[in-house]
């Protein structure tokens, strides 16, 4: 049975968390950063893997690693949400590091847990878990040679694990982007808190993975598809809580406009679907770290929640009136990460087709 309560060790992470970025990355912070052509603060990043130990949750012990579970990595996410900080935390923490460690590396994975490299994943990033491998990367004559759009993180990342298809068939290369051949491209994002790029691959040189490559690839899709709900509901939680404050001291007809029923109903509703979102967040979390029922509450988690950031970022918009219009406050950025999050490995309606499938619903 899944367990939905936060631990006491969870927590206190969060607190820490919280507490550093509230200190280092405020929303005025954030927004000055996205206007600028280096939105990535990597002073933070660098306090978050390297001093914190956060790039390395997942990652074992032996392998320099805390040795934690996606629960923890789901409370950063949460934290990371609420703040919509630009960090290459998805891209390296999740995605990179769960592929490498499903294909069974121990090197690149160290690098990426000590925060000594930043990495990612070289796919799409509307790239659902139950997609099939990959065909735009292939090997010839031993290099890489192809063109992967939609890379997330990939303009701050050091190393890229790239599927590609050999001669045998699916499997997974690691490229440094700095080898010769590869040429990255940045891409105008629909979210300016998380960037993605084009990566394209002409003769390079790289390491190939052992282990078996469509599994590795799967796992990190579906590792990422449910963290990603942790970080959706932060981005809702924000909203609810942000647009709560507002109506309840912004004057209308000599009372708070939280006090007119029609905005007290949506605000209820909007807190219901939230407390929703804990518990299948939560799930989600639980299953990935047990192993329990993994694609099932992978699935249920990420449809849920991702249309829920983007009602949540809608209603703060709307709700917040005049001022919610404008650049200068930053609900446009929790609605721009709103809705790249939903198309962001797997849409909803890919999600519910999974689901359907995993327990027998009728077409």
Wanted: net charge negative; aromatic share 4%.
């Amino acid at each position: 049975m899944s367990d939905l309560l936060y631990s006491e060790v969870e927590n206190d992470l969060r607190a820490s968390v919280r507490d550093l970025l509230t200190d280092r990355s405020p929303w005025t912070s954030v927004l000055a950063r996205v206007e600028t052509d280096k939105p990535y603060d990597l002073e933070l990043w660098r306090t978050l893997a390297a001093e914190m130990g956060l790039a390395g949750l997942l990652v074992p012990e032996d392998l320099g690693g805390a040795g934690a579970s996606a629960r923890e990595v789901a409370v950063v996410l949460e934290e990371l949400g609420r703040a919509v900080t630009p960090t290459p935390f998805l891209g390296s923490a999740v995605l990179a590091t769960s592929a490498l460690l499903a294909a069974g590396d121990t090197e690149t994975v160290a690098e990426l847990a000590a925060g000594q490299r930043i990495g990612t994943l070289a796919v799409p990033l509307t790239t659902a878990p139950h997609a099939d491998f990959p065909s735009s990367v292939r090997v010839e004559d031993g290099k890489l040679t192809g063109r992967v759009g939609s890379v997330v993180d990939l303009e701050v990342a050091d190393v890229v694990v790239v599927p590609a298809i050999g001669a045998d068939g699916p499997e997974l290369h690691v490229v440094p982007t700095a080898s010769a051949g590869v040429t990255v491209t940045p891409i105008t994002p629909l979210d300016l808190t998380r960037r993605i790029a084009t990566l394209e691959l002409a003769g390079v040189e790289s390491r190939k993975l052992s282990g078996d490559a469509a599994t590795a690839l799967r796992t990190a899709l579906t590792t990422g598809a449910g963290l990603l709900a942790s970080e959706q509901l932060g981005v809702a939680q924000w909203c609810l809580d942000a647009t709560t404050e507002y109506v309840s001291t912004r004057h209308q007809f000599g009372r708070p406009i939280g006090s007119f029923q029609a905005l007290r109903h949506r605000l209820a509703d909007l807190w219901a679907s939230v407390s929703s979102a804990v518990a299948v967040s939560r799930a989600a979390a639980d299953a990935l770290a047990t192993g329990s029922d993994v694609d099932i509450a992978v699935a249920v988690a990420a449809s849920f929640c991702s249309e829920l950031a983007v009602h949540a970022a809608e209603e703060a918009l709307q709700l917040h009136g005049g001022i919610g219009m404008t650049w200068e406050h930053p609900v446009h950025l929790y609605l721009g990460r709103a809705k790249s999050s939903e198309l962001a490995l797997g849409t909803p309606e890919r999600h519910r087709d999974a689901l359907a499938t995993l327990v027998d619903l009728p077409a």
